[in-house]
Nanobody, 126 residues
Framework: QVQLVESGGGSVQAGGSLRLSCAAS????????MGWFRQAPGKEREGVAV????????YYADSVKGRFTISRDNAKNTVYLQMNSLKPEDTAMYYC???????????????????WGKGTLVTISS
């Protein structure tokens, strides 16, 4: 059974930083696409960043480029999202997702993502 468990959410002031973690189990980790998505109250879910666990290629939403960094530790089956210069508009539930194939910019629209975590809440105050 595939499990994705997110951690690292919390409340910080604008300009602060947080690092989210997503630990994967029961999943053939190694040459797959994993990523982070978020959903703010009253808004649709949107892709934030994805990474190909095989080669490390990354793709970001325009709204987070230069502020967020996605990375992976294949030895720990874990993907991270380092979030810097946080803004109130980054407030959302953040979800980890994983697919069985490769990654591309299309992955930010959750195409190919088959497994989802339960989410971790990020709240940014002004």
């Amino acid at each position: 059974q595939v499990q994705l468990v997110e951690s690292g959410g919390g409340s910080v002031q604008a300009g602060g930083s947080l690092r989210l973690s997503c630990a994967a189990s029961g999943y053939t980790y190694g040459k797959n696409c994993m990523g982070w998505f978020r959903q703010a109250p009253g808004k649709e879910r949107e892709g934030v960043a994805v990474i190909y666990t095989g080669g490390g290629s990354t793709y970001y939403a325009d709204s987070v480029k230069g502020r967020f960094t996605i990375s992976r530790d294949n030895a720990k089956n874990t993907v991270y999202l380092q979030m810097n210069s946080l803004k109130p508009e980054d407030t959302a539930m953040y979800y980890c997702a994983a697919g069985l194939g490769g990654c591309g910019s299309w992955s930010l629209s959750d195409y190919g993502m088959e497994y989802w975590g339960k989410g971790t809440l990020v709240t940014i105050s002004s």
